[in-house]
């Protein structure tokens, strides 16, 4: 998909969406179109692109009493 973006010069252009996140990392672009309308960074919300979670508690087999696996794993009730 390509966006209008507006640099930090104040020059409008278009980018993939592909190239969106590193863009506002590396801090080029003030604001960007999507279907909804414009984005101000730093301004309006906007949804952080995912990194990759290395520690533990994101499977039920980290936080589960029984290792085991299978699915049938229960925490006590009590």
Do not use: H
């Not at 029984?66 to 049938?72: D, F, L, P, Y």
């Amino acid at each position: 998909m390509i966006l209008r973006v507006v640099y930090t010069s104040g020059e409008t252009g278009l980018v993939k969406s592909s190239d969106l996140e590193n863009l506002i990392k590396e801090e080029q672009i003030v604001a960007f179109c999507r279907s909804d309308g414009w984005v101000r960074i730093g301004f309006d919300p906007i949804r952080y692109m995912q990194r990759p979670y290395s520690g533990s508690g994101s499977r039920w087999s980290d936080i589960s009493p029984n290792k085991s696996g299978g699915g049938t794993d229960r925490l006590p009730l009590s």
